[in-house]
């Protein structure tokens, strides 16, 4: 099984390596998490020719120049727009991983925070181009602090597990984001045979705690998500710097899975202007929810008409838009759009955005919903109630009060008008009532 699930990760990674991201909206909110590598192996590799000196150095430029180049330059990796930026509301989060020596444990693998420093971030907004230079400020300080010291006292690495764990460990309560990348900065020295089953069996050797928990954590992230690498990275000294991009598995999502409401849009007609009148009925699910619902009224050339927003979106609404009379005969469709929270165990910060890829259900986040305009009733079940007529009657905003004011109205003439008749007709029919005219 956990062999399988490790082919289906590499495979989707292959074939991912050189593909585009997806659109891109401009409101799309970023986390960016950057993942050092804090086993001993960093601070040197002799067999390769990495001295302790140039590892170092190499480090520092890593995180001083190539990862603000990765991070901050505008359509470096997301066309139109930075990778992280905090004018946008994106996020980082930097963390570590590593395990001991001494009493190695899976609950201790990944770090924001130990020994007193301040190098991790949890979701952090306020920052800008200098944090990794002060990241590495706060390294290097304790960088070549004794074993188990210092930032480099990790003795076993299990790179397998540092992406996935690391999701792990930021995953509920988050805030909300759209898109995930992941920045891990390693010399890939893996424990085993480069895979978690071969890690796996060599941390079994030296007592690794917390490996069945670490395991499911584990295979919980990796079918709840998508994987790719991205033709952005950096090397120095045999140290690292590899993008990934992780996406929920979405793509089959559908907001009818969320979401109850009729297939056709009607337009009903109210004084001097036209409104919808659809309601939507939300549907129980333990994992998704609608963040946000965007319903617009568009024109037969695509032109938005009118615009309601939900945030969030009641048990029981219905979309009311209302345009002038001249528009509604060229309404045409009614758009809705859904931003859907993907609030599952594994990470749970993902809001599935109607712009994103079609991985994350793009296409079952966008509906267009055909406009039907409604007859207008009838009066007296012939004749129909036209624009003058409804504005005639001034006291009410309701059609169906106008067209009962009319069908009493029709009714109390016809009811005359036939009075009048009758009294003509007995008239006729009465001699006393006919006048006598004297013969010339």
Known sequence: MYRQLIALLFLAV???????????????VHHVIVILD???SI?????????????????????????????????GVVPGRALLDSDRGDFLSVVSFGLDSIGPDFERFIQTEEFGLN??????????????????????????????QGFLGKYYSAVSFALPMSLYDLREPTPLVNRTFLV???????????DPVGEIEELRKVRVAGIP?????????????????????AEREGVKVTLFEVSPLARYFTVESLLEFDRVASLLRARREYRTALPLRLKPNPTFRIQRLEATLLSDSGQALARQVFTPLGSDTVVSLFIDRDQGRHAVTLSLRAWVHMGDSAYGAHVLHPFGSELQGRAGLNRRLPVVVDSPPKILYVFPL????????FFTESETVAVWTWRIL???????????LIRRLSEIRDPRRLKLVSPP
Not at 184 to 194: A, C, E, P, R, T
Not at 219 to 232: D, F, G, H, N, V
Request: charge should be negative; charged fraction near 25%; hydrophobic fraction near 40%.
């Open 14 to 28: 292959a074939e991912a390596s050189a593909a585009q991201l997806g659109p891109a909206a401009d409101d799309q």
């Open 38 to 40: 804090r086993s001993r």
């Open 43 to 75: 601070s040197g590799d002799k067999e390769a020719g990495h001295t302790p000196e140039a590892r170092k150095t190499a480090l520092q430029a890593l995180l001083e120049v190539d990862l603000p180049d990765l991070c901050f330059l505008e359509g």
């Open 119 to 148: 190098y991790g971030l949890r979701y952090e907004r306020g920052f800008d181009q200098r944090v990794f230079q002060e990241l590495w400020g706060e390294i290097e300080g304790n960088y070549w602090q004794p074993e188990g």
């Open 184 to 194: 891990l900065v390693s010399d890939g020295k893996y424990n085993g045979f480069g």
């Open 213 to 233: 928990e670490a395991m499911s954590r584990y295979e919980a992230i990796l079918t709840s998500y998508y994987w790719r690498k991205l033709p952005a990275e």
């Open 386 to 393: 036209t624009d003058w007529m409804y504005d005639l009657v």
């Open 410 to 420: 029709s009714s109390l003439m016809l009811l005359f008008g036939f009075l009048l």
